[in-house]
Every structure is written in C-alpha cells, then in structure tokens.
C-alpha cells in the first residue's frame, strides 16, 4: 500500500471515530491504534487477574458465611472480567499466553493499586468502596471508547463493579457501626488504602504521556487530574457518613472552585510501586508464574486428552 | 421426632460443603487456569451457599437462638462432622479434582434420595443442591478423564491421586450421627443403599479414564466421629481466625 493510500484509511477511519461509529476487530485500523489498544486491555485484564489475590487472601478468614460468598462472588466475577478482557484483546491479534508472557517478565504492568497488601478484613471493604471506586470513575467513560469489544466488555464490568462498591462500602459501614476494635480497623484501612487509590488516576497531566492521542480515539474522555478530582468530590461525603477521617491534613472544601482541595501526592511511591519496587510486586508476580508454571501439566494434559478425542472421533467416522 | 438427633443430622451433611468449600477457597487466583479458576471458585460458592440453609435450618431446629455462624465458626475440632475425604488438602490440582470428583459423585447420589425426605425442608435444599452439583460432577468427572487419559505425566499423577484419596471414601457411607429413628421416618437417607451405585459409577469413570481402581480394602474412618487428618486444625485456624479473635460482633 502506497503512503497516500494508507493516508486516505486513516482519514476514513478518523472520520468514523470522530463519528462516534465502533471500530470492529476486522475493520482496518492504524498499526498504533492496535498497539496502544492491546497494550490498555491487556494491562486492564492483567490487573483484574492480578487483582484476585489479594483479595482471594481473605476467603479463608472471612468473619462470616455471607460475607464469604460475597468474596467469592466477587473475586469470581474479578475473573469473569479477566476472561472477556483477554478475550476482548485476543480479537487483535495477540494470544493469551503472549499476554500472560507478559505479564510474567515485566513487561506488561498492571493496576499499582493491587502492590499493596490486604492486611485486615475492613481491606476488603477499602478495596470495594476506594478501589472499585476509582476503577469505576477511570472506566464509565470506556462504555462508549472507539472499539467495539473492549466497550461492550465495559459495559459487563462497569455494572458489576458498580454492584462491588456498594458492598464495600456496605461491609466498611458495618465495622463504623461495630465495636470501637472494628471501627479503627477501618480506618486504619482507609489510613493505607486512600493515598495509593487517588495514584491509580495515574500522573498528573503535565506528565501524562498518551493522554492527547487516547482523548482522540475515546481512550479517555477525560484527563487524570479531573477524574481524580471527581474521585475525592465523590468520596469524602461517603468517608462522613462513615464517620472516618480521610488520611489528609490539606483536604478542604474550596467554594470557589466547587471542589474539594486536597495534599500533594507522594509521586515518589507512585514511581517506586509503578517500576516494581512496592511493598507485593514481586509477591504477586511470583504467586502468578508460580500458577501458571504449576498448571503446565495439566494443560499439557488437556490438550493431549483433546487430541486423543479429535483422532478417536476421526476414526470413528473412517469406520462408520 | 428427636431434635437433637436432626441437628446432629444436619451438621453430618453440611459440615462437608463448609469443609470442602474452605478448602476450595484456598486456591482462588493460583489454579492452572483462568476458566478452571472459575469453576473451582463456583463451586465454593455453590458449597458455602448450600451450607448457609443448611446451618439456618439446625439453627432453627435447634431453637436456642444461634445463628449460621455460630454453628461454622464456634465448635471444637472435634464437633466438626465432615468425613475425612473433604478436609484433604489441595495438594496440586490432581488432588483438587480427584477429591471434588469422589465427593460430587456421592453427594449427588445422596441429594437425589434427600429430595424424596419426609422432611420438607431437607427436601427442598436437596432439590435446589442438585442442579448445581449435577455441574460440579461433570466438571470434576470430565477433568479426571483428561488428565487420567491426557499426558503420561498426567496418568502417573492422577493414578497417585485416586490411590492416595481412595482409602477415604467408604467412610461417605458410615452411618454415624444417622439415627435409625430418622431412616424410619424417611427424613435421613440410607447410605448403605447408595454403595454399590457409587462404586460402581466411579469404577466406570475411572476405566474411562484409563486408571486403575484400587481394590477395596484398608479404609480409614474418623471425621464423622470428629475425629479428623492433622490438616484439619489449620483448616480451622483460619477459618475460625476472625470470630476467635472479635468475638460477639456484626460482620
């Protein structure tokens, strides 16, 4: 293909972003269209897998029967979003155990948020009312991105993140209306949980390197500062009516800009945790190849046993 | 008819979906595969779930006010029912599928007697019980044809697998904490019936299989006496950590 013929498809294909029209997999599209999308789902699939464990280490310690299906409920649809996101992925041209690949050597990142460890029960709580919170905000825009499967996948993971928050918050109201011992372990948990949640809007936009290109093809719709801002707005009335304070001396209401002020970031713990030197990166990534380095056999099985089938259905229809 | 004799009833079936729901829920985000993942983490939920109308119902019946978690979290080692089968540990997934594999074809055997019990209740959590182990049994039973017939690493481990589980599995048919008076009544299920079926049903999967079917002998007993494996009190240490540690609070 000529330069200018390909010139022209990147104008059609502009035109039907710009026309609010879904991109599908056997649609013609940019080299780097495919690539920043394969890199954006994968990384979201990365972290809804990767995101399992430190949750998953509660099951066994769960205080009570309903709140142990609830966990499992959860962490199970956690999977469930892994799945058509890899899936959702794979439609460009990538192959699951490429991803996973991946995401054992470092290669891919996943949601920073998940580096921290789950040290309490009320952590589950945290996790659903500030960290599926936040995904929400940073995903409720992505229900109507350019390309088809990754925004009908959201559409699936935004409703039932949405029904994750208000368990968490459910189960942190619990504990605010518990025992004083159940009470600070709450806010111990909001201590920890918040300043890493309001990082996982990632950079401010002066640093933020892809935002122009990801507004253009509905990556974002809107940039990290102002999703962050939306998070604390939404946030601390919910921290009052748990009667927890927000972990931030600087946290204020500003009547002039309509919005909550709030402290500085410390960037240095979002760059450590982002470049692999958080409190669990290397626990998780090691609980993650050790899985699938355990599973080997029996995948290798499963496909063995497949292949026997295929060559018992084959000569099946030979003799009949 | 005797309360106590029902409550002791209720707790000899579903103290093994608490058990093997636990023991499940160990290895949400570590199985082999996404989708095995899944099934393995459904399958706790289904157990725990069942394990729920169970524990309410003993709680009623036995009407001094305890709630469903009082009865999972708050007994001794030694006042926990379940068979032995159940409490083994998840030692590779082999061990995962062949436990769920021999426990789903018993307790979908003896759901589908429970559901013809006298006792309404019993009745109706048998019959809702069964749609979701009817899945758990061609999951589990499926698994161990591939990885009994898939690779020889596989047929080694799965064959190591059957022979180290099957010394538990007549213990599915011991009739402690059965009373007759209940069989009479037609609220318990005979177990004794249900062998020979058992046996049978799991010979033929495991020919399918290509494995062996070890020869019935040398079996172990215990957990329905409360008697359990030294895995077991681990098993509670985590289970039991929270309501030992906070005692008397809402969760």
Redesign the interface.
């Known amino acids: 293909m000529s330069e200018k013929e390909i010139k022209n498809l990147e104008e059609i294909f502009e035109a039907r972003i710009a026309r609010d029209e879904k991109i599908e997999p056997k649609d013609w599209m940019p080299e780097k269209y495919r690539k920043t999308h394969i890199r954006q789902i994968s990384q979201h699939a990365h972290s809804e897998i990767v995101g399992m464990l430190p949750e998953g280490n509660w099951i066994t310690r769960a205080p009570s029967l309903r709140r142990k299906a609830a966990l499992l409920a959860k962490v199970q649809d956690e999977a469930g979003h892994g799945l058509y996101l890899y899936s959702a992925c794979e439609t460009l041209g990538i192959s699951r155990e490429e991803m996973y690949e991946q995401l054992h050597t470092g290669k891919a990142k996943y949601s920073s948020i998940f580096n921290y460890p789950t040290l309490t029960w009320a952590d589950m709580g945290a996790i659903g009312w500030l960290v599926d919170g936040a995904a929400i905000i940073n995903q409720v825009p992505l229900c109507n991105t350019s390309y088809g499967p990754y925004a009908r996948a959201m559409i699936r993971v935004c409703k039932e993140e949405s029904f994750h928050q208000r368990q968490g918050f459910e189960s942190l109201l619990t504990l605010c209306k518990g025992t004083p011992d159940q009470k600070n372990m709450a806010q111990d948990a909001l201590n920890r949980w918040w300043w890493p949640s309001l990082m996982m809007f990632g950079p401010t936009d002066d640093e933020s390197t892809h935002t122009e290109q990801s507004m253009k093809w509905k990556l974002k719709r809107k940039t990290n500062d102002e999703l962050r801002q939306q998070f604390v707005d939404q946030t601390v009335p919910q921290a009052e009516i748990l009667g927890i304070t927000i972990p931030d001396p600087d946290l204020k209401w500003n009547e002039e800009r309509g919005h909550y002020d709030f402290g500085k970031i410390n960037w240095d713990e979002f760059w450590q945790v982002v470049k692999g030197h958080g409190p669990c990166n290397k626990q998780r990534i090691k609980d993650r190849v050790s899985a699938w380095e355990k599973g080997a056999w029996v995948r290798d099985a499963a496909i063995a046993y497949a292949e026997k089938q295929e060559k018992r259905n084959q000569e099946e229809r030979k003799a009949s | 008819m005797n309360k106590e004799s029902l409550y002791d009833y209720i707790l000899t079936i579903a103290d093994n979906c608490l058990i093997l729901g ?1 023991r499940l ?2 290895l ?11 099934a393995g ?2 399958i ?2 289904d157990l ?2 069942q ?2 109308s169970f ?1 309410q119902y003993a709680a009623d019946i036995e009407g001094k006010g305890k709630t ?2 009082d009865i ?2 708050l007994r001794l080692e030694k006042d926990y029912k379940n068979c032995l089968l159940v409490e083994q540990p998840n030692d ?3 061990y995962v599928i062949g436990r769920q594999y021999l426990w789903d074809t018993f307790y979908l055997l003896f759901l589908n007697e429970l559901q013809n019990s006298s006792d309404e209740t019993l009745s109706a959590i048998a019959k809702k019980g069964i749609k979701e182990v009817s899945y758990h049994r061609r999951f589990s039973g499926d698994w161990v ?3 009994g ?3 020889e ?2 047929h080694l ?1 799965m064959q190591e697998v059957v022979n180290g589980l099957w010394p538990y599995v007549d213990e599915l048919f011991d009739m402690t904490g059965v009373s007759k008076e209940l069989i009479k009544q037609g609220i318990a299920v005979d177990l004794s019936k249900l062998r020979e079926t058992y046996f049978k049903q799991v010979s033929a999967l495991l020919e399918e299989a290509t494995l062996e079917v070890p020869e019935r002998k040398y079996f172990v007993y215990g957990g329905k006496k409360g008697v359990h494996s030294e895995y077991f009190g681990y098993l509670l240490s ?2 039991q ?3 030992r540690t ?1 005692p008397n ?3």
């Open positions: 636990q829920g160990e949400c985000g570590h199985g082999p595969s996404l989708e095995t993942d899944i983490t459904n706790s939920l725990i779930g394990t729920r524990y469903e978690d999972a979290f590779h997934f082999g044809k591939r990885l017939d898939g690779s690493e596989s481990k985590d289970l950590y929270m309501q906070y609070m809402t969760w």
